[in-house]
């Protein structure tokens, strides 16, 4: 951080962090929490540098996971805090999702610039080694671009829609109530 390596010394870097957030107001939130015990509490928090740190390594996410890595990882993530929130660290399911999310995050590196403003943390800039963000694939202005190829990519993408609208018209969308078949003669009544 700032030219400074915290390697081996995360509660130094959340203290350094704390302390430059804290000026900015960052990481303050109220809310309204559902308990364990299904009772709703109000909770004012207050974490800059938790903030600061997950605003940056989201930012390296973005960069580096595969998009259904990255997608399935933010899923998870919610019932990995569940559990954390409940108290229940030694979980085999909490362990379990922290194999996964340890797994996952093998290929985070890199560095982030993060501006802290009025109370807000927000990613400004993120490179990585271990990138797959590239300028040459991420454009259609892209050389030996074939444009055409486009059109049987969306076609075999969305056979899986089309077979079920053919097949079931709005059955799913009634739950398969009040549903007449397409193949029935006019006037028929469907039983």
């Known amino acids: 951080m700032n030219g400074s390596s915290y390697r081996g010394r995360g509660h130094e870097l959340i203290a350094e ?3 430059i957030g804290g000026k900015h107001g960052v990481g303050q939130v ?18 800059p ?10 930012a390296l996410e973005q960069l580096c996971l595969e998009r259904d890595l990255y997608h399935y990882k933010q899923q998870a ?6 559990l954390v929130y409940y108290g229940q660290w030694f979980h085999p399911l909490r362990e379990a999702l922290q194999t996964f999310m340890d797994h996952a995050n093998q290929v985070v590196t890199g560095k982030v610039q993060v501006k802290l ?9 993120a490179t990585s080694p271990l990138s797959l963000y590239d300028t040459k694939l991420a454009s259609f ?3 030996d671009y074939d444009v055409t190829a486009a059109r049987g990519f969306i076609d075999l993408f969305g056979l899986p829609m089309k077979v079920r609208g053919l097949k079931q018209g709005d059955a ?6 009040g549903a007449t ?10 039983r």
């Not at 993530?77 to 569940?82: F, M, P, R, V």
């Not at 799913?172 to 109530?177: P, V």
């Open 49 to 58: 540098g938790g903030t600061i740190l997950y605003e940056a390594h989201k």
């Open 77 to 82: 993530a919610l019932k990995y805090g569940e």
């Open 17 to 19: 962090l704390n302390r």
């Open 181 to 190: 078949k397409k193949t029935a003669g006019r006037g028929s009544k469907r």
């Open 30 to 47: 109220t809310l309204v929490e559902n308990r364990l015990v299904g009772m709703k509490s109000r909770g004012v928090y207050e974490t």
């Open 117 to 125: 403003y009025k109370g807000r943390a927000a990613a400004t800039s």
């Open 141 to 143: 202005a892209m050389k």
């Open 172 to 177: 799913g969308a009634n739950g398969g109530r």
